[in-house]
Nanobody, 117 residues
């Protein structure tokens, strides 16, 4: 199983970016997919998740600004990030659970998001 992220880059505060993650070697429809981020010098933290049944969760820090979605036909998960601020600067990684699982088991390498003020 391999998770490949794309869409990272630089944005100004108030701007938007859209991250994509595709899972290879696995069918994602019955799995929970999510995003985490790790800022410099800090631990990795939860950002958002979307279960196979459609249950969506967001961290308080991104609620109302970020939107997670998925395309099971493409085994992909997306993160639309709006109203970016400097604190959103981090390496963003996607994650995938095992079938019908809750905990994340597979991880992508991450993509850098840098927000300038």
């Amino acid at each position: 199983v391999q998770l490949v992220e794309s869409g990272g880059g630089s944005a100004q505060a108030g701007g938007s970016l859209r991250l994509s993650c595709t899972a290879f070697g696995v069918t994602s429809s019955r799995r929970r997919m999510g995003w985490f981020r790790q800022a410099p010098g800090k631990e990795r933290v939860f950002v958002a998740a979307l279960s196979g049944s459609g249950i969506i969760e967001y961290s308080d820090s991104v609620k109302g600004r970020f939107t997670i979605s998925r395309d099971n036909a493409k085994s992909a998960v997306y993160l639309q990030m709006n109203s970016l601020n400097f604190e959103d600067t981090a390496v963003y990684s996607c994650a995938l659970s095992q079938a019908y699982g809750v905990s994340f088991y597979y991880w992508g390498q991450g993509t850098q998001v840098t927000v300038s003020s």
